[in-house]
């Protein structure tokens, strides 16, 4: 079971911590990422748009507290670690990784369910014959299944929630 609390945490995470912003996608969290803006911009969208902003930049959370916006800084280096940091800092618990409620990580749009014919011609031969279950990107066209990343991303969040 996924906890309902979940869906109220938005985040905008900055340019240094891209893998946790595709990660926390998969997981289903709406996330901003821009790797080419300033602080003075992200701190205005995740203000605009009531984000939590997610950094290992001191200067930009001291910057961000000053606006009174909610934000996290990490700690560590590995991205469990850093994670870690956000699940327990959230409180967020009963994360699961599915493509029914992921995100693109790409662009941050929801994916949804395609059928395996619709989308034939644009999957590898061996992905089809492993792989009934698919979901496509409706913003870039990017099309999803559960391969080995998923996998691993099912591993890490159980993880997760073993330790919160």
């Known amino acids: ?15 240094m911590l891209g893998n946790i912003a595709k990660k926390l996608r998969i997981m289903g969290f709406d996330c901003k990422y821009d790797s080419q803006i ?8 995740a203000n605009k748009e009531n984000r939590i902003i997610i950094s290992r930049d001191v200067n930009l ?5 000053k606006f009174g916006i909610e934000s996290i800084f990490l700690e560590k280096k590995e991205e469990f670690d850093q994670l870690s940091e956000i699940f327990r800092k959230l ?6 990784v599915s493509g029914d409620k992921a995100r693109c990580p790409k ?3 929801k994916t949804e369910s395609i059928e395996k014919k619709l989308i034939s011609n644009k999957i590898p031969y061996g ?15 990017k099309i999803f299944w559960e391969g080995s990343h998923m996998i691993e991303l099912k591993k890490l969040a159980r993880k997760l929630n073993e330790k919160y």
Do not use: G, P
Not at 127 to 141: A, T
């Open 107 to 109: 662009c941050n749009f």
């Open 127 to 141: 992905v089809k014959q492993k792989n009934e279950k698919y979901w496509i990107c409706r913003n870039c066209d």
């Open 91 to 96: 409180s967020m618990k009963n994360i699961e």
């Open 38 to 45: 300033d602080d003075e911009d992200l701190i205005k969208q």
């Open 61 to 65: 959370i001291k910057q961000s507290s």
């Open 1 to 15: 079971m996924q906890d309902n609390a979940k869906m109220d945490f938005i985040f905008f995470v900055d340019a």
